[in-house]
């Protein structure tokens, strides 16, 4: 795959506003890590205002993590204003499975809004699907099964581009799944890796509209910048400053990381 | 006391799920101090999910810091869920006597649910108890009076645990109060640290019946997290780069830290 | 000026309980960088406590970036009872322009309260004030025209200090105008770097009654932080490890840093 990472810079030029109606987690986090990238982030919740933020905004993300019942009303108007406009919309359905609430509204996002991309982990991704997996509150429980299966079930079923991550990350549509092998395990002991990785893809999918290609450079890139950042042994000595050198680095990556890349068809 | 800090192995054995209803200032921190020491944050708001989420979580976690009406109802729906479930809860009186608002809700809390254990400082609890205790905003006024008594008659009154943090941490059940010296000064210039550990507490409550155990153990190790994060002369210049640390250090404190542990019988 | 940051002491001395009602991206970043800089934060925002903690505050910072239909209703009756005990209210009207409804809300807010001090980016003043400028999500987009002429503009139109940040800041008042040249370009790379400063104009009107001085005061100091954060090079090397190097720098800000001031007359 040439020019594995140039859609880094179109991001950094045309600094896409992502409008990300997430959870209260994560909010800063996802704010710092687009802006670290170069993206422009904007969190706009109320629903007077979502269609007009989602309307001029380069990709909607949409997050269930802390959902409320006010807040699904007004995922679902920013969801069809930007399904109006071209508006790429990403999916992150947090913990989907961990209670029937989470799922069914993760169901009622893909059934009202034409989502463009659902990112999650296998457990999450096979809930909204009607897949039973072992799931345990927001994190998936070990993985079991042909993760690639799913994937490209997923993809047929919900009719969008899938991305299942893990310790390998698995992008899939219409048939084709590229599988990216990038990434450290201290992204797992920072809360939002997930969440933030899913409003990164927003940027991608922003300046790119070949779905698989700009997923599948979101995510190469994205675990690129964690292994670079895991390397820093001298200031890198836990989940803490792990996470604040990983916001530096999704600054600094670039086309000459692209040697780095681990990406293949799977 | 022997083998101090054995119950911190349990935790990241068990990584138990530690079900947070907290406040939208110290979600992030509270999130990833929990996953940095070895235990699975999830937070949940809603009342169509938080009696699901509670009755799977190992510990409730209940934080009244940015309390609104609606979630106050989430709260007692939560810790009724958490009751019938054998689920330990915890409660943060966040600015109890602050506000009227807030020493009402918490007394709500303490009425309506089977609260297990209480941490505060000691204007907080001598609030909830109806004790009159100087307290500007969410902050300890000086401290004057017995806390050791205060801590012991709360928790004859409220009948529970209670732990009162402040320079030194009082931990009270039954008559038995245990007395922890560890900590540092610069706690108190982050904000979320008081929110953080009750919800640390949780996640030992999860894995340990015996709640002065499991809560002097806690406090504890907590406190030893911080001293340590505090001689990292190299890189720790202030409030910023120790709460980064500080949750390092959480993920690195281990029984090998007992000879540092400073608890007596109060 | 001399004494350019006296006030800082008095800050550290007395401080001042600062009621934020905020937006979910930032608020722990608002917490810890009052904090460090020696002031007490408050998040509170139900209808039932605001006017309690608002009466009693030093300032209160009223921030748009998040809000909802309901919060606005809560930072109405805050701002009233701030007003009614002559406690200054700070307005930052985030993304105002970028959609009608953030526009019409700050208005909202500066009809029906005394706003002492509003703080924005030139984009979002202009549009309070109803003149038009490009605006993207929520910064500002290329700056055209005069700034110091929209800064005066507005201070006699919104009858209150006028603070209008960018590469350089405006402080205006009733035809008195300073311009400070301190900061550095890293703040642009941070989420929350110009709610966080509304939030410390508010410390520092609290020990303060002097508009144009404590503004002035509290701009520069912060400049100064970013300054400094941003020359240690060893440590920070991205927009992650900049902000908590800032955070640090907060807490040791001081009258010895005077001679690094760029504080002049408009």
């Known amino acids: 795959m040439r020019n594995m990472l140039e859609l880094l810079e179109r991001v950094r030029e045309q600094k896409p506003l992502v409008h990300n109606i997430t959870n209260v987690v ?9 802006l670290s990238l170069g993206a422009s982030p904007v969190m706009a919740y109320d629903k007077e205002e979502v ?72 457990a999450e991704i096979a809930n909204v699907t009607g897949e039973s997996w072992i799931i345990k509150g927001v994190d998936a429980a070990e993985e079991e099964g042909d993760v690639k299966q799913l994937a490209q079930k997923a993809s047929e079923l919900l009719n969008c581009t899938v991305v299942i991550t893990g310790v390998v990350d698995f992008i899939s549509n219409q048939g084709v799944t590229n599988l990216v092998s990038n990434g450290n ?38 675990g690129i910048a964690a292994e670079k950042a895991a390397k820093q042994h001298k200031t890198v000595q836990g989940p803490g400053s792990f996470q604040i050198r990983f916001i530096d680095e999704l600054s600094h990556i670039s086309n000459e990381d692209k040697s780095l890349a681990k990406v293949e068809k799977a």
């Open 26 to 34: 994560v909010t800063n986090f996802t704010a710092n890590g687009l």
């Open 185 to 222: 395990p201290l992204l797992t002991k920072v809360t939002g890796t997930g969440c933030l990785l899913s409003s990164v893809i927003g940027a991608f999918l922003a300046v790119e509209k070949d779905e698989i290609k700009a997923a599948t450079e979101a995510v190469t890139a994205y």
């Open 51 to 122: 269609a007009d933020m989602a309307s001029i905004a380069g990709a909607l993300v949409l997050n269930i993590g802390t959902l409320t019942t006010e807040e699904i009303e007004a995922m679902i108007i920013a969801g069809k204003a930007a399904n109006e406009n071209g508006v790429p919309v990403i999916l992150d359905p947090v913990g989907a499975g961990a209670t029937p609430f989470r799922t069914k509204m993760a169901q009622k996002v893909l059934e009202e809004i034409d989502v463009t991309l659902i990112r999650g982990n296998a």
